[in-house]
Nanobody, 133 residues
Framework: QVQLIESGGGLVQTGGSMTLSCTASGRTGSIYVVAWFRQAPGKEREFVAAVDWFGDSNTHYAASVKGRFTISRDKAKNTVTLRMNNLNAEDTAVYYC?????????????????????????WGQGTQVTVSS
């Protein structure tokens, strides 16, 4: 089993930056992909970014955040970081960290897999990000 804890959320001004961290514990050696999702009020949870945990560190981004957000891994610290820049109101949401531990979320051989919520086996409790204007 894997436990995920998010941190770093809070209130930020439009145009500002914020860094979220996801710390994994437990059977971290079983993780293949770690992703960030977000859910705004009244909307479905949506993919934000993902990074391969097992093997290489290929990254994947939703079109809405590409160029603004950067996801990275630090396996030594069992953490995945999401650096968010140039935030706007559309980024306001609860951000969740998720981990795939059975390899159905791996980019290879299916590039779309990391974007799918259903492939992730473990989820954190979420951290609120509010972008104010």
């Amino acid at each position: 089993q894997v436990q995920l804890i998010e941190s770093g959320g809070g209130l930020v001004q439009t145009g500002g930056s914020m860094t979220l961290s996801c710390t994994a514990s437990g059977r971290t050696g079983s993780i293949y992909v770690v992703a960030w999702f977000r859910q705004a009020p009244g909307k479905e949870r949506e993919f934000v970014a993902a990074v391969d945990w097992f093997g290489d560190s290929n990254t994947h981004y939703a079109a809405s955040v590409k160029g603004r957000f950067t996801i990275s891994r630090d396996k030594a610290k069992n953490t995945v970081t999401l650096r968010m820049n140039n935030l706007n109101a559309e980024d306001t949401a609860v951000y969740y960290c998720a981990a795939d531990s059975d390899d159905d979320g791996s980019y290879y051989p299916h590039p779309s897999a990391p974007q799918s919520e259903i492939v992730y086996d473990y989820w954190g409790q979420g951290t609120q990000v509010t972008v104010s204007s």
